[in-house]
């Protein structure tokens, strides 16, 4: 998948990336949030998120990335955006549950959600993090 950008209303300073291997999981959050009027990049592959987030850093303010997926796993992902970007508010997402993961303390994850989560939910969540400027 292609990386896609939406922003509405808000004017806000900084990007969100999801990174989820199912589509419609993408989907359906990117819809929402860019309906709150975030600006959002969606993808399904880690690696091209990577690579994105390696040549855009400075755009972002959250990632939302799934722990599960092939490839490279959520907290692989996390690990090489923490290196790229010591700042980045990094929230991780599992149908899974959260206590069985080992998340090592210096990746910083800011939040943990457990899917299946509430559109409304998601938002109280990204909007603590985000800055409006």
């Known amino acids: 998948m292609t990386a896609t950008t939406t922003s509405n209303a808000k004017t806000l300073s900084k990007s969100i990336l999801i990174l989820d291997d199912e589509y419609d999981i993408v989907t359906i959050l990117k819809k929402s949030l860019s309906i709150a009027g975030f600006s959002v990049f969606g993808f399904t592959d880690p690696?091209?998120?990577?690579?994105?987030?390696?040549?855009?850093?400075?755009?972002?303010?959250?990632?939302?990335?799934?722990?599960?997926?092939?490839?490279?796993?959520?907290?692989?992902?996390?690990?090489?955006?923490?290196?790229?970007?010591?700042i980045v508010k990094i929230l991780m997402m599992s149908a899974f549950d959260m206590d069985d993961l080992n998340i090592q303390s210096s990746l910083q994850i800011a939040?943990?959600?457990?899917?299946?989560?509430?559109?409304?939910?998601?938002?109280?969540?990204?909007?603590?993090?985000?800055?409006i400027a």
Request: without cysteine.
């Open 111 to 131: 939040e943990f959600l457990q899917k299946l989560f509430s559109p409304i939910a998601l938002l109280k969540i990204i909007s603590k993090y985000m800055a």
């Open 47 to 86: 690696v091209l998120a990577l690579e994105h987030f390696k040549s855009n850093s400075d755009m972002y303010e959250i990632v939302l990335t799934d722990v599960r997926m092939p490839q490279m796993n959520g907290i692989e992902f996390a690990t090489h955006i923490r290196r790229i970007s010591p």
